[in-house]
């Protein structure tokens, strides 16, 4: 697959695989963690990477979605749309309005990955904003106590 059609989907983690995070961060906790090789040989892990696994282990545990990338990772439009969920045509759109930084190569319009995602962080923000406003105002008028389901299975 080329480079610009890759996909960027997040990946869930089983309940398995979390308890086996959980497990892992106590005990990379409890003692200093090595690298060890095919061969055996192993090499303590230097600080810097230990603390990253530390926090890498303790975000999965917490249940945070994880992503790891290059300093400057790039995306096209269409990588764009798909992490976020939109259409190409959505993403170019966001770029006409200054709302994702983007850059030119050659043609192409391109934006850094930490670009996108921190339009992804306001977006979520200002979408859970305004659900919660819609929620208190209708409460406000008591609509809430006034629900009625529509199927019987509804509770």
Do not use: W
Request: hydrophobic share 35%; charged share 30%.
């Amino acid at each position: 697959m080329a480079e610009t059609e890759r996909e960027l989907t997040p990946l869930s983690i089983s309940q398995a695989d979390q308890k086996d995070a959980v497990e892992i961060y106590r005990k990379v906790r409890q003692i200093r963690a090595k690298l060890v090789g095919p061969d055996g040989k192993s090499q303590n892990l230097p600080d810097s990477a230990y603390a990253f696994l530390c926090q890498l282990l303790a975000d999965l545990q917490s249940g945070k979605t994880i992503t790891i990338s290059q300093k400057d990772s790039q995306l096209s439009t269409i990588e764009a749309a798909r992490f976020l969920g939109v259409s190409r045509g959505h993403i170019l759109s966001l770029l006409e309005r200054k709302e994702i930084p983007y850059f030119l190569v050659g043609s192409h319009k391109r934006m850094y990955l930490r670009e996108v995602l921190q339009y992804k962080v306001r977006r979520d923000a200002n979408r859970r904003k305004l659900i919660s406003d819609l929620a208190s105002a209708e409460k406000l008028e008591g609509l809430y106590e006034n629900f009625e389901p529509d199927s019987p299975d509804v509770e």
